[in-house]
């Protein structure tokens, strides 16, 4: 059973950074992909970043250039840094992680980032 646990969100001004961890109960080389997705309240889960096994990246429009993903493969763990917070990046984020022919979509529980103005 693939666990993954996040960690690093919480309170930050406008213009602030914070580092989300997301840490996989196995190796990571056995995922196709991992990514952050947030939800915002009254909003649609939607992708943030996307990181895949072969090194390619994929990022919302709203956070490229502020937010980026990496990896750390001897911790089994996964990054999100972000920086020039806004309000509007307030959400709870989400670490998922897929594997296999299938597609498996595994997620984490989620942390809250809140930025305040």
Sequence with gaps: QVQLV???????????SLRLSCAASGSIFSFNAMGWYRQAPGKQRELVAELTSGGSTTYADSVKGRFT?????????????????????????????????????????????????
């Design 6 to 16: 996040e960690s690093g969100g919480g309170l930050v001004q406008a213009g602030g």
């Design 69 to 117: 993903i990496s990896r750390d493969n001897a911790k089994n763990t996964v990054y999100l840094q972000m920086n020039s917070l806004k309000p509007e990046d307030t959400a709870v984020y989400y670490c998922n992680a897929v594997r296999g022919l299938l597609r498996e979509n595994y997620w984490g529980q989620g942390t809250q980032v809140t930025v305040s103005s």
